[in-house]
């Protein structure tokens, strides 16, 4: 698609912000006024639109995506969003651990465990670790808990978390992502711990690499849309 627009600009509307192109605000793909909550995630919004070229690239639009789906699908129904996002929690990657023997194991135990420990205070949980692949469920009380955690987000983020979550196949992972003074670079480099140590076994795969520099920068950009609100 040809860039059809000239100005971008950011409105306030209806007690939140709205992108224009040329005096129009943006709609999102569901047809709904594409209104989000601070300014600050408005200009970053717009700043996606001011840096197309004469083609448009709808890859670049991250932040619109994320704000569309908060919109469209997540507003409307909520309590479907965290019924999506639950099965992380019972399947949480930094649960799912090598042998106690195993090499792995202290690589896990290193960047995991203060990360599962942190969850387990913030949210006044308890995961249950696992060594091997069989699963053990996660106590009833610990699924209820952050299910009412979840409730307490805005759609947006929510939206946000979706992507977080889903890149790190990790709800603990996904949720600390949300806090702005989290270390988003150490984050995503224990969400790929397992693949980091196949790398260092048997030699690193540019295409391979290439792949987890692209989910990293999802991920960043998830984390950023979320500390924008």
Avoid at 134 to 143: D, N, V
Avoid at 204 to 216: E, S, V
Wanted: net charge negative; with cysteine.
């Amino acid at each position: 698609m040809k860039r059809f627009y000239e100005d971008v600009t950011v409105l306030a509307e209806d007690g939140g912000f709205r992108v224009a192109l040329d005096g129009r605000g943006i709609r999102t793909q569901g047809g709904r006024p594409q209104i989000v909550p601070s300014a600050a995630l408005a200009q970053a919004m717009a700043a996606e639109w001011e840096l197309q070229g004469e083609t448009i690239d709808t890859a670049r639009f991250a932040f619109r995506d994320m704000a569309d789906y908060a919109i469209d699908v997540v507003a409307p129904d909520p309590q479907a969003a965290r019924a999506d996002l639950l099965p992380y929690a019972e399947t949480d990657t930094l649960c799912y651990r090598a042998e106690p023997d195993e090499p792995l194991a202290a690589r896990q135990r290193l960047l995991w465990e203060p990360l599962v420990a942190m969850a387990e205070a913030r949210h006044g949980v308890t995961f249950t670790r696992v060594s091997g692949v069989m699963h053990k469920p996660q106590p009833e009380a610990t699924l209820a808990a952050l299910d009412r955690e979840l409730a307490t987000l805005s759609s947006f983020a929510l939206a946000a978390l979706r992507n977080t979550t889903s890149l790190a196949a990790s709800l603990i992972i996904g949720l600390a992502a949300l806090d702005p003074a989290a270390d988003i670079p150490a984050l995503w480099d224990a969400a790929c711990v397992e693949e980091d140590w196949q790398a260092e076994l048997w030699g690193k795969d540019d295409q391979a690499q290439a792949h987890r520099t692209r989910r990293g920068q999802a991920f960043a950009k998830a984390a950023e849309f979320a500390h924008l609100l």
